[in-house]
Nanobody, 130 residues
Framework: QVQLVESGGGLVQAGGSLRLSCAAS????????MSWFRQVPGKEREGVSC????????YYADSVKGRFTISRDNAKNTVYLQMNSLKPEDTAVYYC???????????????????????WGKGTLVTVSS
């Protein structure tokens, strides 16, 4: 069983930066691919970025590519999302999610409605003002 707790959200002006953290508890964290999703009212959850458990493969949604960076520290059981050059359209609740077995990180982020996730955090709110 894995529990995920997000932190680091808040209010930031457009063009600013935030770093989100997701702390995981439970066994075999290093065996899980990790991901960040976001959701705004009236829209489906969007896969922002995913990272593999071991080989370092990453995926980024086109909307955040070049601005966001996902990383993980298995010794600390934590995954991060560094968000730079934030835009008002980045405003959302950001969720951390984990999956033990994946095909590719792209599939993990893009095909969540089909493949699902093993564990979800409760989310942290990011608000970007204009």
């Amino acid at each position: 069983q894995v529990q995920l707790v997000e932190s680091g959200g808040g209010l930031v002006q457009a063009g600013g930066s935030l770093r989100l953290s997701c702390a995981a508890s439970g066994r075999s964290f290093s065996s899980y691919a990790m991901s960040w999703f976001r959701q705004v009212p009236g829209k489906e959850r969007e896969g922002v970025s995913c990272i593999s458990s071991s080989d370092g493969s990453t995926y980024y949604a086109d909307s955040v590519k070049g601005r966001f960076t996902i990383s993980r520290d298995n010794a600390k059981n934590t995954v991060y999302l560094q968000m730079n050059s934030l835009k008002p359209e980045d405003t959302a609740v950001y969720y951390c999610a984990a999956k033990r077995r994946i095909t590719t990180v792209q599939a993990m982020c893009v095909m969540v409605r089909y493949w699902g996730m093993d564990y979800w955090g409760k989310g942290t709110l990011v608000t970007v003002s204009s």
